[in-house]
């Protein structure tokens, strides 16, 4: 029963990172291709490090709840049995949820750029690029969507 255990919440983490969307600036979704994007250079003033929430979807609490009530059903007999299987899925579905969050919460940088036009812009995007202050880059808007690149 341990073996089935684990190898379900190995499966869960596996399918949660896969479920992951991402935020980098290098990502693009399939509908903004071909699609006219506003490019805007500018000079970072400032990067900070910031932390990107992890997805909260009911994957991760039906999966754990289904782990949790099938461990707990195989605690006692009988009644206790049923009652331990219902208190483990809902044991179990709050930490399944918890997982998802922890597993696909990501990196990210809060960068500041003043805009060569003037103004004061900051945009929040995976860490999976370096921005120093005083580097120039360019801003890249499209459909409510903005991405700072080099």
């Given at each position: 029963m341990r073996t089935t255990q684990?190898?379900?919440?190995?499966?869960l983490s596996?399918?949660?990172a896969a479920c992951a969307s991402s935020n980098s600036g290098s990502v693009y979704s399939r509908d903004e291709a071909r699609k006219v994007q506003t490019i805007k250079t500018g000079i970072v003033e400032s990067v900070r490090q910031v932390k990107l929430e992890g997805t909260k979807t009911p994957i991760g609490t039906i999966a754990g709840g289904a782990v949790?009530?099938?461990?707990?059903?195989?605690?006692g007999g009988g009644r206790g049995s049923a009652i331990a299987a219902v208190i483990g899925a809902v044991?179990?579905?709050l930490?399944?949820?918890?997982?998802e969050e922890g597993l696909t919460?990501?990196?990210?940088?809060?960068?500041?750029?003043?805009?060569?036009?003037g103004g004061l812009v900051a945009v929040v995007q995976e860490a999976?690029?370096?921005?120093?202050?005083?580097?120039?880059?360019?801003l890249i808007e499209s459909g409510g969507t903005t991405r700072v690149s080099h």
């Open positions: 684990l190898l379900a919440v190995s499966l596996l399918f949660l949790g009530g099938i461990a707990g059903s195989s605690v044991v179990g579905g930490a399944g949820s918890a997982a919460r990501k990196d990210g940088l809060e960068i500041t750029v003043k805009l060569d036009g999976d690029e370096a921005f120093l202050a005083g580097e120039k880059v360019r």
